[in-house]
């Protein structure tokens, strides 16, 4: 029995259409024995999937959930059966999403792990906003951080702040005022701002604005989770975009 | 004529591996009539735009290469000829590679542009290691920064480092040594670092190591562009994979 092989692949189900999954995403779905989905990701996706058996684990903040520890067991459960276990994350799967602990359960476990990558939302927020993450007439990189900390404590926004990188900010719609309020403490209130809810899918919605007039906008426009937010001189570029593009901002409504 | 309506694609083409492309970019890829490519991208992406003409635009850093203002110029000819022009960058578009000043460019001559996202070479580089970029006991994010910087300058190392997040460094080869000694005034010597050479391709090198000895041991495995440095304790969870994992770490020989 133990020589039957079973494995577990990471894959990256990207921001929300299925075109952008990578070529080497969509060939595991179709050799997937078992599905586990990942609330982020997009349902339709087990479309991909003809012969899978499909295992929803979803996992949001605050709701109730799919305990960590289950999924982990049961991810090794089916590959120690031979089975080629396609656990499915959000956007690119080792962009927060806790793809490290499941690594280090599986290896501990000696399991084999495939890991393909994917598009992280916040290039599709780009994507949709017409910029650059980087434009270096505006700064020299991008810093991708969750606003969701493992002990409930925020990130140091100061120090984020004072890189001069453009910042994208994850899970951070719930608490996008005090996010807003410690960044003005270090950035200009006119800094560009932006946020683009459901980046990547045919429901994206994108606002941009200015630091200062960030978390009112947002709230007036319901813009709520799942969201990045961008900040930082680069995201400027795309209000010129809005003037000029056929199709504008989709601003939300 | 003017009815002839072309467009450019500004296209992802990921880390080397062509089935690392988005189903996207390989629809954009069939559909193009003209093809410019970027010294970073495989040479055998050509094979997916059979119907194309393929012009090649390659601009390294400190080689000969074709202008910026060449290449902007040269999208924008065939555009209005009402062509569909694919502009083939490597890893993600919108991460470096001057994205933003050809989305301004072909903006103010009212040309359209589609943006295809594509896996970036950091994320390939992690899933070489085996790890996350963000494993949640060790930090709260990533920064994707290049050492290549518009006026000569470095980027302020110590605000880097003090963000507590993995530091994804790209362009850093060849001033490793200065970069590692920078980042040594603000980091512990004991620092994991690790720097994965042609991502995502078959010709992966990686090499895991400490912030101190990060340069040297670089030097010797003779490791050189294209390559993503990586820094900080998240990477010290490649260590444990590199002794697990079936296949290993491929070390740079």
Same mark, same amino acid.
């Given at each position: 029995m133990?020589?039957?092989?079973?494995?577990?692949?990471?894959?990256?189900?990207?921001?929300?259409?299925?075109?952008?999954?990578?070529?080497?995403?969509?060939?595991?779905?179709?050799?997937?024995?078992?599905?586990?989905?990942?609330?982020?990701?997009?349902p339709?996706?087990?479309?991909?999937?003809?012969?899978?058996?499909?295992?929803?684990?979803g996992k949001r903040g605050g709701c109730r959930s799919t305990p960590q520890a289950f999924i982990e067991?049961? !991810?090794? /459960?089916? %590959?120690?059966?031979?089975?080629?276990?396609?656990?499915?994350?959000?956007? @690119?799967?080792?962009?927060?999403g806790r793809a490290g602990e499941e690594i280090s359960a599986l290896r501990h476990a000696g399991i084999a792990v495939d890991i393909v990558n994917g598009v992280?939302?916040?290039?599709?927020?780009?994507?949709?906003?017409g910029i650059s993450l980087t434009h270096r007439d505006h700064c020299q990189g991008v810093t991708f951080v969750t606003a969701h900390m493992q002990d409930h404590s925020q990130p140091d926004w100061a120090a984020l702040a004072a890189t001069g990188t453009t910042l994208a900010?994850?899970?951070? !719609?719930? /608490?996008? %005022?005090?996010?807003?309020?410690?960044?003005?403490?270090?950035?200009?209130? @006119?800094?560009?701002?932006?946020v683009v809810q459901h980046a990547g899918s045919p429901d994206e919605k994108r606002l941009v604005t200015t630091l200062d007039r960030l978390a009112a906008e947002a709230t007036a426009a319901g813009l709520g989770s799942p969201a990045?937010?961008?900040?930082?001189?680069?995201?400027?570029?795309a209000v010129e975009f809005a003037c000029h593009s056929r199709q504008g901002l989709a601003h939300a409504a």
């Open positions: 133990n020589h039957v092989e079973g494995k577990v692949t990471l894959l990256s189900a990207g921001p929300g259409d299925l075109d952008l999954l990578t070529l080497r995403a969509a060939k595991a779905l179709a050799a997937a024995d078992i599905l586990m989905l990942d609330d982020l990701a997009n339709e996706i087990v479309t991909l999937a003809p012969n899978a058996r499909v295992i929803r684990v067991r049961l !991810m090794q /459960r089916y %590959a120690r059966k031979g089975l080629h276990v396609v656990r499915v994350k959000g956007g @690119d799967a080792l962009l927060f992280s939302s916040g290039f599709a927020a780009a994507a949709g906003l900010i994850y899970m951070g !719609m719930s /608490r996008i %005022a005090s996010i807003a309020q410690a960044l003005l403490l270090a950035l200009r209130a @006119d800094t560009p701002a932006a990045v937010i961008l900040i930082g001189s680069a995201i400027g570029e």
